[in-house]
């Protein structure tokens, strides 16, 4: 009917804009990020330990600006249904690796440890949205864990009741998830805590969108207690 057609007019037109603004956005502000590395790495010249504290600031505020730019977006093709997967014959050491490159500097900042039991696998996946749930997982075990802590990511094969599937799991030994918020925290807009948006940084998209991603791909995802001590993040993939 009409006003059938006219939602799906303004669902159109509100995509189309938010993808130009994040468009917009991010390539500024991309280039700004950019300038900002370079100049804290003394690409231009040394400089004071004030001003690259204030540098600092500015490039972590930049960063989340850019991270929640790119959540939005990516929340509004889960809402919208077009957020699609390009599945290949995929290696599970690629993915991994790719976003292990992603998050190095994060890790290097509060000297964490990153180690790993990698299988040699191959998956009919779209490596590009492992990567994004890789990169997710990783950001958030590096966040709620203490300088020079250890992170553990492990990749093997289970048998299940859906059959053969590819366990991914990163372990870390932050603060932990509470047993209530085990399965709301892959909701839209959960924060375990209400000031980690401002306090830490992040959207409470982000497990959201790796949810979604997870179940395209026939799979399932969750988190449970580190009997160690923080959490472990996991999914699971077919793997045949």
């Given at each position: 009917?009409?006003?059938?057609?006219?939602?799906?007019?303004l669902e159109s037109i509100k995509?189309?804009?938010?993808?130009?603004?994040?468009?917009?956005?991010?390539?500024?502000?991309?280039?700004?990020?950019?300038?900002?590395?370079?100049?804290?790495?003394?690409?231009?010249?040394?400089?004071?330990?004030?001003?690259?504290?204030?540098?600092?600031?500015?490039?972590?505020?930049?960063?989340?600006?850019?991270?929640?730019?790119?959540?939005?977006?990516?929340?509004?093709?889960?809402?919208?249904?077009?957020?699609?997967?390009?599945?290949?014959?995929?290696?599970?050491?690629?993915?991994?690796?790719?976003?292990?490159?992603?998050?190095?500097?994060?890790?290097?900042?509060?000297?964490?440890?990153?180690?790993?039991?990698?299988?040699?696998?191959?998956?009919?996946?779209?490596?590009?949205r492992l990567v994004q749930v890789?990169?997710?997982?990783?950001?958030?075990?590096?966040?709620?864990?203490?300088?020079?802590?250890?992170?553990?990511?492990?990749?093997?094969?289970?048998?299940?009741?859906k059959g053969s599937q590819l366990?991914?799991?990163?372990?870390?030994?932050?603060?932990?998830?509470?047993?209530?918020?085990?399965?709301?925290?892959?909701?839209?807009?959960?924060?375990?805590?209400?000031?980690?948006?401002?306090?830490?940084?992040?959207?409470?998209?982000?497990?959201?969108?790796?949810?979604?991603?997870?179940?395209?791909?026939?799979?399932?995802?969750?988190?449970?207690?580190?009997?160690?001590?923080?959490?472990?993040?996991?999914?699971?993939?077919?793997?045949?």
């Amino acid at each position: 009917d009409a006003a059938a057609t006219e939602r799906k007019r303004l669902e159109s037109i509100k995509r189309d804009l938010l993808g130009i603004v994040t468009h917009e956005l991010n390539t500024p502000l991309t280039s700004a990020r950019a300038s900002l590395e370079l100049l804290l790495e003394g690409v231009y010249g040394d400089m004071e330990q004030r001003a690259k504290d204030h540098l600092a600031l500015s490039l972590r505020s930049l960063q989340r600006v850019l991270h929640l730019s790119g959540d939005i977006l990516a929340a509004e093709r889960v809402h919208s249904g077009t957020l699609s997967l390009n599945k290949r014959q995929t290696k599970s050491v690629d993915y991994v690796w790719k976003a292990l490159e992603m998050v190095a500097h994060q890790a290097e900042e509060k000297a964490i440890y990153i180690e790993g039991a990698i299988g040699l696998y191959t998956v009919n996946a779209d490596e590009d949205r492992l990567v994004q749930v890789m990169i997710n997982f990783l950001n958030n075990a590096i966040k709620f864990s203490n300088e020079k802590a250890r992170i553990s990511i492990c990749v093997r094969k289970i048998l299940t009741d859906k059959g053969s599937q590819l366990l991914t799991e990163i372990a870390d030994n932050g603060r932990g998830v509470p047993p209530a918020f085990a399965n709301r925290i892959f909701e839209k807009f959960v924060q375990v805590r209400p000031k980690d948006d401002s306090s830490i940084g992040g959207s409470g998209l982000g497990l959201a969108i790796c949810k979604v991603i997870i179940d395209q791909h026939a799979g399932t995802i969750g988190v449970r207690e580190n009997p160690e001590g923080g959490s472990i993040f996991w999914f699971t993939i077919p793997s045949e």
